[in-house]
């Protein structure tokens, strides 16, 4: 998927997520704790990430609970502040404005305009007493939608897309099973046509034919909108299954990186082999 | 009258009215915005109207003169209290005309005479803050006002569109001021909401517990929050009119006829309609809601006394 003369549509250099003021020793690079500062206690959630996602493409980000994984989406999205680091989005003033330095309008633009999040518990990402047609509303509303006919029909457009039924439109999610609310989050997600999607642990809780279900919905969205994944799992058949490229996270750092099936057939890292050979 | 040797005229303290006055000048100068202020104690509960009698108490000059009404009613309970109290500590010449009235307090209506230049209409507001029905912590509210963050505000309008096929809010309608701040227009009728916007009149809005006052000055432009293609709408009263005054194309309340069991409907502005009835019938009109004929007859409104009266 990856062509080198390509621009990625984001870009993310030196990304870090610090909680507490570090000291010498973990702040020139020292060795961690997991991913605590073994002196000053300093949790380094995540630590000079780079990464690239490549238009159309799937990015999969692998690694155990606490590496960071969900950090570095959320930072992407704004939900968590970033202590360092800069990223670029192709769709954003043509990738020459470092997302993580704007004000809070341009923010909330990125947010409701370029990107879509899926979060692994849908009470994050969905208003659980509203319909489920005004939880998609609300993104287009958020990107300054006026016109209640045209975001209706946008709202039907998606939830068939997802194959939820218009009759159910009303409904709120809370009435809704796992798979039925992380379709009405991914349609809302893609509301406003984002050009990258973050997702995160979406098939986590759910059972094995939901599980494919929702596996076969990203699968499609990428075909059918061109869209830019960057996936969240602890579940390598799922990163088989869907991503053209891996990264995989330990302690807040990407300590291996490549073409998936080589990562997964071949891993380097010994955390990335001991990870590959428990799951066979 | 109270005695004034031991009441500052206008009940409140010098400094006390001036501090409101300097919080209702950065309201006027930032419209829609709401101000916090000082909220003093008073002489009533909290919830009973003690923001907008502080302004009251804070603009009110010897000069001017009051009309306080009580949803539409000049005779009140509430509204004989304000006006009792007010007039007991400044003096000031009270009455239920709206067009003689220099200020006018008022909960949950806004008379139906079009208000003038040289007016003030005092609104007491319970909830000023519009956002407060999608969110209840007070730090995010104001941040979402800093950033014109109304997502949430225009999702509970779709909310009732896509459930109800209709936007169901009767009162507090929100509206946009001059395309900035959300404001609450205090609980006034769908009906009242238009007479914000362009108006001649100054508005000043007191919400007492909520330590919070806002402002609409004259001429600015106040538009209740609708989509593109679902226009606001206000009540509709086709078809019906006062069975006092006959007066159309006003606010009406609707009773239950004790006598015949019937539903009839009267003019909510008690004021106005006195007004409109002493006028047809060509008499000097006596006090709020009755005309001489109706005095002698002992009245088929149902409002009873006057203000003046009760004070008496």
Redesign the interface.
């Known amino acids: 998927m990856k062509k080198e003369e390509e621009r990625p549509v984001l870009k993310v250099e030196g990304l870090t997520v610090r909680y507490g003021k570090g000291c010498p020793h973990c702040l020139e690079g020292g060795a961690l704790l997991k991913n605590t500062c073994p002196q000053c206690r300093t949790v380094w959630a995540c630590r000079a990430v780079d990464a690239e996602l490549y238009p159309g493409e799937i990015l999969g980000v692998v690694g155990e609970s606490g590496s960071g994984k969900s950090t570095l989406m959320k930072s992407l999205y704004f939900d968590f502040p970033v202590t360092e680091g800069r990223a670029w989005l192709t769709s954003y003033k043509e990738g020459g404005a470092d997302i993580f330095h704007q004000n ?2 341009q923010k ?1 633009y990125i947010r409701n305009h370029i990107m879509g999040m899926v979060y692994q518990n849908p009470v994050l990402g969905l ?1 659980m007493d ?2 489920s ?2 939880n998609i ?2 993104k287009l ?2 990107a300054g939608g ?7 029909g946008r709202v039907r457009e998606l939830l068939a897309a997802v194959e939820i039924l218009e009759t159910r ?2 409904e709120p999610p809370r009435y809704f099973s796992g798979g039925m609310q992380q379709r009405v989050q991914i349609s809302k997600a893609l509301a406003n046509n984002p050009a990258v999607l973050l997702l995160d642990e979406v098939t986590t809780g759910l059972d094995l034919s939901v599980q494919a279900r929702v596996l076969d919905l990203i699968r499609r969205i990428r075909q059918e909108y061109g869209i830019s994944i960057l996936l969240v799992s602890h579940d390598l058949a799922v990163i088989r299954m869907l991503a053209d490229r891996t990264i995989v996270m330990l302690d807040g750092q990407v300590i291996e990186r490549g073409l998936t099936d080589q990562i997964l057939d071949d891993p380097q890292h010994p955390y990335t082999q001991q990870l590959v050979h428990s799951l066979l | 009258m109270i005695d004034q040797s031991h009441y500052n005229f206008a009940f409140l303290d010098e400094n006390s009215k001036r501090e409101i006055r300097r919080s209702l000048l950065k309201a006027v100068a930032i419209p829609g915005y709401q101000v916090p202020f000082g909220s003093r104690e008073l002489p009533i509960g909290r919830g009973w109207g003690t923001g907008g009698i502080q302004i009251t108490l804070s603009v009110i000059g010897r000069q001017d003169v009051l009309k306080v009404i009580d949803q539409g009613s000049d005779d009140s309970v509430n509204a004989v209290n304000i006006k009792k109290l007010v007039a007991a500590c400044t003096g000031v010449k009270v009455t239920t005309d709206s067009e003689e009235a220099t200020l006018i307090q008022t909960r949950h209506r806004i008379p139906e005479t079009p208000l003038r230049q040289d007016q003030i209409l005092i609104l007491q507001v319970p909830t000023p803050e519009p956002l407060r029905v999608v969110e209840p912590r007070e730090s995010v509210t104001k941040r979402m006002h800093a ?1 014109a ?1 109304y ?2 505000m ?2 509970t309008l ?2 009732d ?3 109800c096929g209709r936007i169901g809010i009767s009162s507090e309608y929100p509206v946009s001021v001059e395309g900035r701040y959300v404001m609450n227009p205090s609980p006034i009728p769908r009906y009242d909401t238009p007479k914000l916007n362009d108006s001649d009149a100054l508005y000043l809005f007191g919400a007492g517990r909520e330590k919070k006052i806002y402002a609409v000055p004259p001429y600015t432009a106040v538009i209740p929050l609708a ?4 226009p606001f709408e206000a009540e509709n009263f086709a078809g019906k009119k006062c069975r006092l005054c006959g007066a159309e194309h006003v606010y009406l309340d609707e009773l239950t006829d004790s006598m015949t069991g019937r539903r009839v409907c009267e003019c909510s502005d008690t004021g106005y309609c006195a007004k409109r009835r002493a006028e047809a019938a060509g008499e000097k009109r006596i006090s709020a809601g009755f005309t001489e004929s109706e005095r002698e007859t002992g009245g088929s409104v149902s409002a009873g006394a006057s203000g003046e009266e009760m004070a008496r």
Do not use: C, H
């Open positions: 809070l309008q909330k208003r509203y319909s047609a005004g509303a609300e509303i958020a006026r016109s209640f006919s045209a975001m209706t439109m009303k | 950033e963050e997502s949430p225009w999702l779709y909310e569109l896509i459930r989509f593109e293609d679902v």
